[in-house]
């Protein structure tokens, strides 16, 4: 049984899909969790749905990766209301999707901005706490398409195999700290993320996961439990793919 009490974690963009899922799970085995988002009415909300379901701590706050001044006024708050944080989970993410030839510039810097810039911010926020505890968990949230491609994801693919450079270049920084950094690749997750796409494109997708079916939300939450807990402690630099054997 993973008892993960005493110990503080912050999950970005969990107010719903996976991050929610991922909030859930860490508050269940007894992490106090700051629910993040880039509404803060909503973030109150989720963390107030998981205090209700859970003995954890929860605080809920606004957090725009696409914003610095809004990192810097999340840690401000979460230093003063809840503390360092021990778990770290970078997990918002976006798409915008369009073929290359068409891809615009903006629609390029806005996911690098998010998905990869975002996760720097405020991963650089955490560390120092970590760094004095001498204990920490970083887990980066990537994508199979990270590994494969995926057609109308110049951008996004980028940011996802960004990530992966991202947490072995950490991972090899901050083993010494007794800090580790890992990523989990989830497949094709359900998702509001996913139940945008076309039926056609869902049908494509399935036909090559040998499992035969998508994941769900707590397929990833509970990699990433794992990789919070002491039970992974000797693993760092890795990614975990969470996909029914698609790649
Ligand atoms: N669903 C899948 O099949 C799938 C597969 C592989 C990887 N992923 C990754 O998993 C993560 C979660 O995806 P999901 O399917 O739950 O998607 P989702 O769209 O349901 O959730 C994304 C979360 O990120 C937040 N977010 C978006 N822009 C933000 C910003 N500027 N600042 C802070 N938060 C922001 C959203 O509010 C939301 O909470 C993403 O990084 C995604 O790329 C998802």
């Not at 494969?148 to 991972?171: P, W």
């Not at 494109?201 to 090559?208: A, L, P, T, V, Y």
Request: aromatic fraction near 6%.
């Amino acid at each position: 049984m993973i008892n993960l009490s005493g110990k503080k974690a912050l999950v970005t963009g969990s107010t719903r899909g996976i991050g929610r899922a991922i909030a859930l799970k860490l508050a269940e085995a007894g992490a106090d969790v700051v629910v993040t988002g880039r509404n803060e009415e909503r973030a109150k909300e989720v963390a107030k749905e998981i205090a209700s379901k859970t003995s954890s701590g929860t605080l809920g706050v606004e957090l725009d990766l696409s914003s610095t001044d809004s990192v810097e006024r999340c840690f401000e708050k979460v230093g003063k209301e809840f503390g360092d944080i021990d778990v770290l989970v970078n997990n918002a993410g976006i798409n915008r999707d369009v073929l290359f030839m068409r891809m615009k510039l903006e629609d390029w810097e806005e996911v690098i901005r998010v998905n990869l810039t975002g996760t720097f911010l405020v991963t650089q926020r955490v560390v120092r706490g970590m760094i004095k505890k001498r204990w920490g968990r970083i887990i980066n949230i990537s994508s199979v398409v990270g590994f494969i491609g995926n057609v109308g994801q110049a951008n996004y693919t980028a940011s996802k195999a960004g990530l992966i450079g991202f947490t072995k270049t950490l991972a090899k920084e901050l083993a010494s700290r007794n800090i580790t950094v890992n990523a989990v690749a989830p497949g094709f997750i359900e998702t509001d993320m996913t139940d945008e796409l076309p039926e056609e494109i869902k049908e494509n997708f399935r036909s090559q996961i040998p499992m035969d079916s998508f994941g769900q939300p707590e397929d990833v939450a509970n990699t990433v439990l794992f990789l919070a807990s002491d039970l992974s402690s000797y693993i760092t630099g890795e990614v975990i793919h969470v996909n029914g054997g698609l790649f």
